[in-house]
DNA sequence: GTTCCTGCAAAAGCTTTGCAGAAGA
DNA sequence: TCTTCTGCAAAGCTTTTGCAGGAAC
């Protein structure tokens, strides 16, 4: 998938956020990877690559890139914040077993939502929570 | 309100929580306080009622009843834990200007939700940000 | 009398900051 | 060349843990 870094690079440079190969390489790693990576993950996997790569410019990347609007970073977890390239409006889903993270489609509109009358909304986050069908099928 | 109180004593006992002075406090407190305060709020809070009451006990007790489903985090900011009393569905609007957290009710069962058949879902959290009222007539 | 809870001190874990050298434009 | 970025070390913050004394039942 070219076309897609070609899309991210061109969003870079629209921000005026410099292309250094470490930001290529997260941003990479972001699209090709949609499990909502860690830090630690995202650190883990690129290390092999980039020995010097260290934690900070991951973290200096990632607050860069939510600043900008293409990266969303997930409060779904009490500890560790995740990241997604997806930028749409979308749900996650946290598996209690696993732990792992499933995108869902949502339709916002359609929550009915009394008592926001002359609120201006900028974003919503909608985390679901439970077993996903995989663990569910393993009986234990 | 004295009956809320009775409520939550009530819930400790089904739940074999001791009833000790700060954990009542502390339930006090969130139930007289619809806030959504964090552990600072609440030590600060009780500080002056309780001047030996110390921040490991108020984690130990939200801990202790977040398991027993009386109270709720909420991880609607990125560094620090909120706690909300109720804890039947509903969502959560933060502001960006004045920080306030505003309940709103929702209706899930509307969101169209394609993609999770086969999810178990247990709990579902819903966060909006934006600007509230008070903040958009202060035209700053 | 048991069991559980409190609170101090210390540790753990995630994230940010300061800064000198390196890389991008 | 000028500005911005990287990465090391250190610090900052929230939260957890270990444990002795104290409170609840």
Same mark, same amino acid.
């Given at each position: 998938?070219?076309?897609?870094?070609?899309?991210?690079?061109?969003?870079?440079?629209?921000?005026?956020?410099?292309?250094?190969?470490?930001?290529?390489?997260?941003?990479?790693?972001?699209?090709?990877?949609?499990?909502?990576?860690?830090?630690?993950?995202?650190?883990?996997?690129?290390?092999?690559?980039?020995?010097?790569?260290?934690?900070?410019?991951?973290?200096?990347?990632?607050?860069?890139?939510?600043?900008?609007?293409?990266?969303?970073?997930?409060?779904?977890? $009490?500890? #560790?914040?995740?990241?997604?390239?997806?930028? %749409?409006?979308?749900?996650?889903?946290? +598996?209690? =077993? @696993?732990?792992?993270?499933?995108?869902?489609?949502?339709?916002?509109?359609?929550?009915?939502?009394? $008592?926001? #009358?002359?609120?201006?909304?900028?974003?919503? %986050?909608?985390?679901?929570?439970?077993? +996903?069908? =995989? @663990?569910?099928?393993?009986?234990?």
């Amino acid at each position: 998938m070219k076309s897609n870094l070609g899309v991210i690079t061109e969003k870079l440079k629209n921000n005026k956020i410099r292309l250094s190969h470490q930001r290529l390489k997260v941003l990479e790693y972001l699209d090709e990877n949609r499990i909502h990576p860690t830090v630690e993950q995202i650190y883990n996997a690129l290390h092999d690559e980039i020995p010097t790569l260290s934690k900070t410019t991951i973290y200096n990347t990632l607050n860069t890139l939510s600043e900008a609007g293409i990266v969303k970073s997930l409060n779904i977890e $009490d500890n #560790e914040a995740r990241y997604d390239i997806r930028t %749409d409006e979308h749900g996650h889903f946290k +598996c209690k =077993k @696993c732990e792992e993270i499933y995108d869902f489609e949502v339709d916002m509109d359609k929550v009915a939502v009394k $008592d926001l #009358e002359g609120f201006r909304i900028f974003s919503k %986050d909608l985390y679901f929570f439970g077993i +996903c069908p =995989k @663990c569910s099928n393993k009986n234990t």
